[in-house]
């Protein structure tokens, strides 16, 4: 079975230090990968998503930046965090448009990461 | 731009009522999922519906895809506490490797 990591589940920095969040997939190879942003209580804003190794597409201007630099490997950075920035981070994966053959719309959440920037 | 809305935003009820979420879109999608987030935990798949008119029920949870696959409702059957999260809907779009997120449904039912 796919299992899905994010780590740290909670962070507090301060403004103007730097960041990095990283999400594993396991069980699967080839996976779609996303980073969302959840506002307290609402919907998800996608801000990266990748289809495979160093092919990163950034969904809204902001001060984040992605990498893959492995197929199951995806990781958040920032230079220089603002306050702007706090918010509930979820790493996703899905299978793609085609898996095995057949149609795969399913898209798996990991846990989440709390991040506060102070 | 692709929107999904979500209504109502907030809905609290009383155990064993029945209550229908709605997430309508003006733009066609090739599948549209459901799923439930508690606090502090990220989303769980309730369901994928691909096919327009779709009906899929998952114990009390009946959810339907609407026939030009721009809309979806879910209904949920004598509501429990255990019901309580936000309910949120998303669509991925033909061609695409993204996914719309509705706005969510906070929902709470009282024991």
């Known amino acids: 079975s796919q299992t899905i990591h994010q780590w740290p589940a909670t962070l507090v920095q301060p403004v103007g230090s730097p960041l990095s969040l990283e999400c594993t997939v396991e069980g699967t190879s080839n996976p779609n990968l996303y980073w969302y942003r959840q506002a307290a209580g609402r919907g998800l804003q996608l801000l990266f998503y990748?289809?495979?190794?160093?092919?990163i597409s950034s969904e809204v201007p902001q001060n984040l930046s992605a990498s893959r630099p492995q197929d199951r490997q995806f990781i958040l950075s920032s230079k220089k965090l603002l306050l702007s920035d706090s918010g509930f981070y979820l790493c996703a994966w899905s299978g793609g448009l085609w898996t095995s053959g057949s149609v795969s719309y399913e898209q798996y959440f990991g846990p989440g990461t709390r991040l506060t920037v102070t | 731009t692709q929107l999904l809305e979500q209504s109502p935003q907030f809905l609290s009820i009383q155990e064993g009522e029945n209550l229908t979420v709605y997430c309508n879109s003006s733009?066609?999608?090739?599948?549209l999922q459901w799923y439930r987030q508690e606090p502090g935990e990220g989303p769980v798949l309730l369901v994928t519906?691909?096919?327009?008119?779709e009906v899929k029920k998952l114990k009390r949870l009946t959810f339907q895809f609407g026939d030009a696959r721009k809309d979806s409702s879910l209904h949920i059957t004598a509501a429990q506490p255990g019901d309580t999260g936000l309910y949120l809907c998303a669509g991925a779009a033909s061609g695409t490797y993204k996914y719309i997120f509705g706005t969510g449904t906070r929902l709470k039912v009282l024991a």
């Open positions: 519906v691909v096919t327009g008119g």
């Open positions: 733009s066609v999608f090739s599948s």
């Open positions: 990748s289809v495979g190794i160093g092919q």
